[in-house]
């Protein structure tokens, strides 16, 4: 079941296209992430989503409601932490993810007292006394203490200490193993790689690439390291083999990436040129987000 729906939705800002007729679905039970660097459109995007800004084109359904016309509807069931987290600063951090609280109709105060230990924050200080990165544990302890269908991040740990960041993951770990639904924008591609099951890539407003990370994987085959006693001079021809790299530190060292449907003609051909070292791997998230970007 798609939980979370966009259908051709457009968004401009006078000149500025954020959103470019952006298809996208979201599945219940799933970790989904959203990456793209500063300015592709993620904010506005979820912006959408939650009701906060009226698409010009198409629309966007949350569990089969509209986003704009039943947005208070809809935010019963969601929590949703923004990536730059703005709180009142005469109130204590406490109070105001108990308000928070409030308006969602409570929250789990054993879950709440055990997330401001893990994510090492003292909720009797005033707000304007708090880091960014404080100001976000905030918003990440009202969120996850609260009892939620759908959960919506946009850049959740920015600010935040690589140990407070693998607190988080752990987090949207357990939501994973409770069948929620997480909507995940991060800049930190270990993080989606680590945590999501599908991943959309946007670029200019529009979703480039999305799919599982298996499926994007086979999209770029793999990636070979390959050391050979002998110069290979036609490797850069051999069918399958794109975006070969020769050392300049090391003899008859190169890398390479491969369409997985050619490996066995690829093994055979080298074999005459006396292999030293092979390593074949499937590529990380971030050379394929680069390679979009690059293009």
């Known amino acids: 079941m798609n939980v979370i729906k966009l259908e051709n939705a457009t968004k401009q800002f006078g000149n500025v296209v954020a959103m470019d007729g952006i298809n996208l679905t979201v599945e219940e039970g799933k970790v989904h992430g959203f990456i793209g660097p500063n300015g592709a459109g993620k904010t506005t995007t979820i912006r959408v989503m939650l009701g906060i800004l009226k698409p010009d084109k198409g629309h966007s359904t949350i569990l089969n409601m509209d986003s704009w016309k039943d947005a208070v509807k809809i935010h019963k069931s969601i929590s949703y932490v923004p990536g730059d987290v703005s709180l009142w600063p005469n109130l204590g951090g406490g109070e105001v993810v108990d308000f928070f609280a409030n308006l969602k109709g409570g929250i789990d105060e054993e879950k709440k007292r055990e ?22 544990k905030v918003a990440l ?45 991060s800049h930190i591609l270990s993080e989606v790689e680590k945590l999501c099951d599908v991943i959309s890539i946007i670029k200019d407003g529009q979703i480039v690439e999305s799919g599982t990370l298996d499926e994007l994987r086979y999209l770029t085959g793999i990636e070979i390291t390959l050391q050979t006693a002998k110069p290979i001079p ?48 499937p590529p990380k998230l971030e050379d394929l987000f680069i390679r979009h970007y690059e293009k």
Do not use: W
């Not at 994510?119 to 200080?125: C, E, G, T």
């Not at 600010?159 to 960041?165: F, R, Y």
């Open 115 to 136: 997330l401001y230990e893990k994510f090492n924050l003292d909720p009797s200080k005033k707000c304007r006394t708090y880091s960014k990165g404080n100001r976000q």
């Open 141 to 185: 302890v009202a969120a996850l203490a609260s009892n939620a269908d759908i959960y919506i991040f946009d850049e959740p740990t920015s600010g935040l200490d690589p140990l407070m960041e693998s607190v988080f993951q752990e987090y949207v770990e357990q939501l994973k193993k409770a069948n929620k639904t997480v909507f995940l924008s």
């Open 234 to 281: 036609e490797l850069a021809n051999q069918e399958g083999v794109t975006d070969l790299r020769v050392s300049e530190n090391a003899i008859n060292h190169y890398r390479f990436m491969l369409d997985t449907s050619h490996y066995s003609d690829l093994i055979k051909y080298i074999g005459a040129y006396e292999v030293i070292r092979l390593e074949s791997a």
